[in-house]
């Protein structure tokens, strides 16, 4: 819920700080004071359209900021958390106007877009009446409300699980039957090329060792000369070769480690080269006896290297992916092959998850018609006690051309405000008074199944009087039970049954005009109700009556609990 709100430099007030409460707060003041205001600047925090005309005359800049408690608002959390803008279990917005129109807007102190504002806005607060946050006259916020009055939120989830199952499985068999008409030609195409694949039977690593051995053979000449003179000069050679050295220096170094013990660590080093040499030369001369010149061994190996890359080229890869390809073909041929059995198959999926789809919409149907029936009845109802005799309140459900992840009808409310009136979709109520007090009607008997938990309720006494208003009044406190509700109201039958109530009051001195907004103790409560009964000249009556008013809203309260 909206716990504070700070303005500054906005319309006519220079510096506003407000602590907001749970329940039903009225605002209420003279006539021009600027009670609007508050709503106007909220509007703004959520994402209106900004100009520098809302700036206070003689200020550069308006800076707004309100403080959001989110306990009890898990869809808000989430909106946060996917975009790393979630903190602690408050929420803080602001913005700032600037005198050339644009402004900047924060969320948790990230600037964001406008755009951010009001998604988030429409998760936070409902402004009733001629507003762009009227969620109401939105064709899919109706529907989810009639959904939760209902109590149809697991099956429409359930629904949408099983209308993306149907999905999945009819795109599945889209591709199958696009792929089975060039079917025949693809399969013409992979046999092709697998035959040539499988001629060349190249194995998986094949091709590095085939490179290692052409290298090889290549140099074979190369490599048995400079192996045979490395030999020479290890071992075999007609000078005296390293080992021979290595042994003579070893057998003196014997005799002198006898006169001089600190030889015998070079002695062993020597030892072990001598060791080190012999083994070298060994395998030297096992690899040179074995190295073979092999001219038609190597015109194999690069006809099959020239065969490998050639083809490699020709499906654009590397020689040694060559292995993997025909496997991916086999793959592919299989499937191929067996695609009708496949077919067959994946058609009685889709048959079935369609079944199982327009089950659940047929119940999901009949659920939402019951409840249209009986929700319509009864915000009928309320309209004729919110001083709209002859006030038609339906629920049009219309069925749709295709299947949604929703169900199969699209959900319109329709009113008509007076005797002998069409009814007509909600969005085209013209009267913004009309319109409210409709929204208090739906709001009030769908509050347990209610989503947002902030209502501002502007102009809901537009055109209302006497017992009306009074009606007004209570419902207004009882939605106030369970949601949070802020009324402007000019009334004091609406004004009475307020939890607390905020003065409105427009100053002016020294050449200057500013709006103060402060919350009411009780006694100031009784005085504002008295001045909104009879006016500036308060008589012991007027306040007699007031503060009956307030008291017997009280009373109304405790008994109903």
């Keep these: 819920m909206l716990t504070q709100l700070r303005i500054r430099d906005f319309a006519i007030v220079e510096d506003l700080e407000l602590e907001l409460a749970a329940g039903m707060t009225a605002v209420t003041g003279e006539t021009g004071a600027g009670k609007s205001i508050l709503v106007d600047a909220i509007g703004l925090l959520l994402g209106d359209r900004a100009d520098s005309g809302v700036i206070r005359h003689g200020a550069e800049r308006a800076d707004l900021s309100a403080a959001f408690d989110l306990d009890a608002l898990p869809a808000a959390r989430a909106w946060l958390a996917e975009r790393d803008l979630d903190g602690d279990r408050d929420c803080q917005l602001r913005r700032v106007v ?63 699980e099983r209308y993306r199952a149907w999905s999945r499985l009819r795109q599945e068999l889209r591709d199958l039957r696009q792929a089975s008409s060039e079917r025949d030609a693809r399969l013409d195409i992979l046999r092709y090329h697998l035959r040539e694949l499988a001629a060349l039977n190249l194995a998986e690593g094949e091709i590095a060792e085939l490179e290692s051995e052409q290298r090889r053979l290549a140099n074979a000449s190369q490599l ?14 007609e000078e005296r070769p390293i080992a021979d050295r290595l042994g003579h220096g070893l057998q003196t ?84 092959e067996h695609s009708e059995t496949r077919l067959d198959a994946l058609q009685q999926a889709v048959k079935k998850a369609r079944m199982a789809y327009q089950q659940g919409a047929e119940q999901l149907g ?25 006030g038609r309140f339906t629920i049009h459900l219309e069925r749709l051309d295709k299947p949604t992840p929703s169900g199969l009808e699209a959900v319109e409310f329709q009113v008509s405000a007076n005797p002998g009136q069409p009814l007509r979709p909600l969005a085209k109520v013209a009267s913004g008074g009309e319109l409210s007090r409709i929204s208090l ?38 939605l106030g039970e369970r949601r949070q509700v802020l009324c402007v109201t000019h009334l004091p039958q609406v004004a009475a049954q307020a939890h607390q109530q905020l003065k409105v009051e427009k100053q002016t001195g020294g050449g200057n005009t500013h709006t103060q907004v402060w919350p009411l103790a009780a006694e100031e409560r009784v005085t504002e109700i008295a001045r909104m009964l009879g006016g500036l000249e308060l008589t012991a009556q007027t306040v007699a009556h007031a503060r009956e008013m307030v008291e017997r809203a009280v009373l109304g309260s405790v008994g109903a609990d």
Excluded: W
């Design 366 to 390: 009949e659920r939402r018609a019951a409840a249209a029936r009986e929700l319509g009845e009864r915000v009928s109802q309320a309209l004729v006690e919110l001083g709209m005799p002859g």
């Design 224 to 237: 048995l000369d400079t192996g045979q003179r490395l030999l020479d000069e290890l071992s075999e050679g």
């Design 441 to 478: 009607a739906i709001q009030v008997i769908t509050a347990r199944a209610a989503r947002i938990p902030t209502l501002i309720f502007d102009e809901v006494d537009s055109g209302i009087g006497g017992g009306v208003a009074e009606v007004v009044g209570r419902q207004l406190r009882t």
């Design 253 to 336: 170094l014997d005799g002198l480690s006898r006169l001089d013990a600190r030889l015998i660590p070079v002695g062993e080093l020597l030892n072990a080269a001598l060791i080190q040499v012999q083994e070298a030369c060994a395998e030297l001369r096992g690899y040179v006896q074995a190295l073979d010149l092999d001219p038609a061994h190597l015109a194999q190996i690069e006809q099959r290297l020239t065969a490998a890359h050639q083809l490699a080229r020709k499906h654009r890869l590397d020689a040694g992916e060559l292995p993997a390809l025909r496997a991916r073909f086999e793959t592919e041929l299989d499937a191929l």
């Design 98 to 160: 600037a005198r050339n129109g644009r402004s900047r807007n924060y969320i948790n102190g990230v600037p964001q877009p406008a755009q951010a504002l009001r998604e988030l806005g429409e998760r936070l607060v409902d402004i009733h009446g001629q507003h762009e946050h009227q969620s109401l006259v939105r064709r899919e916020a109706q529907r989810q409300l009639l959904d939760d009055y209902a109590g149809n939120t697991a099956l429409v989830n359930e629904l949408a």
